[in-house]
């Protein structure tokens, strides 16, 4: 089956800085790379996904690069805000997902 | 907007005992899921649905089994609950297409002693 793994565990930067989160994949089957944020005491909401057709998608200050050839995807946060702080998961998949093990994001005022 | 509800926020039982967690979803969903999410673990599927009737295994099914009678509804049941299964479980759903966005439940908090 798929295995996802995600790093770094933790990551702490100070508002205004970027992050970047990155996965890597094992099933070169999955085609469907999903980005999470779970709040503290809240559930996971999708924040942005990214298809294998695609290498790249925007949303404001949030992006995802994929590069299929190194099974690998990345997110990246720029401008970071207090309220960026969550834990935030990737996913890959085809038909049911696989979620990486999360990222603790603290963005410092 | 798209409604997952899981019928406790926070369950107390003992070891032995039959848990049932349940979840409904009030948008027409096809799909449903029952992931677990422990600590430096992530999300882990345990069981999900097609269709009504229809069950898979997830990744960690041992320990559970689910029904689905109605497409709303998506139960997990802990046939003799385990101090091990103590756990956040999240409910989730989407539409047919596999390939789409989850929505999540709010979660139950399990505790068994």
């Known amino acids: 089956g798929e295995n996802v793994e995600q790093h770094p565990s933790t990551l702490s930067v100070q508002e205004g800085d970027s992050a970047v989160i990155k996965c890597t994949y094992s099933d070169s089957a999955s085609n469907y790379f999903p980005w999470y944020k779970q709040e503290l005491g809240k559930r996971p909401q999708l924040i942005i996904d990214i298809r294998s057709n695609v290498g790249e998608k925007k949303d404001q200050r949030i992006a995802v690069t994929l590069n299929k050839t190194a099974k690998h995807f990345s997110l990246h946060i720029t401008e970071t805000q207090p309220e960026d702080s969550a834990v935030y998961f990737c996913?890959?998949?085809?038909?049911?997902?696989?979620f990486g093990k999360g990222t603790m994001l603290l963005v410092s005022p | 907007d798209v409604k997952v509800t899981q019928s406790s926020r926070y369950l107390v039982k003992r070891t032995g005992e039959k848990v049932f967690l349940e979840c409904v979803q009030d948008?027409?969903?096809?799909?449903m899921f029952w992931y677990r999410q422990d600590p430096g673990l992530g999300l882990r599927l345990i069981y999900f649905?097609?269709?009504?009737?229809?069950?898979e295994k997830g990744d960690i099914p041992e320990g559970y089994s689910v029904s689905r009678e109605k497409k709303e509804r998506f139960s997990l049941i802990l046939e003799s609950a385990s101090t091990n299964q103590t756990s956040m479980y999240l409910c989730a759903s989407n539409p047919g297409s596999t390939n789409e966005k989850l929505f999540f439940g709010s979660g139950t908090q399990l505790s068994v002693l």
């Open positions: 948008m027409d969903h096809e799909n």
């Open positions: 996913a890959a998949g085809y038909s049911t997902l696989t």
């Open positions: 649905s097609y269709d009504v009737k229809m069950k």
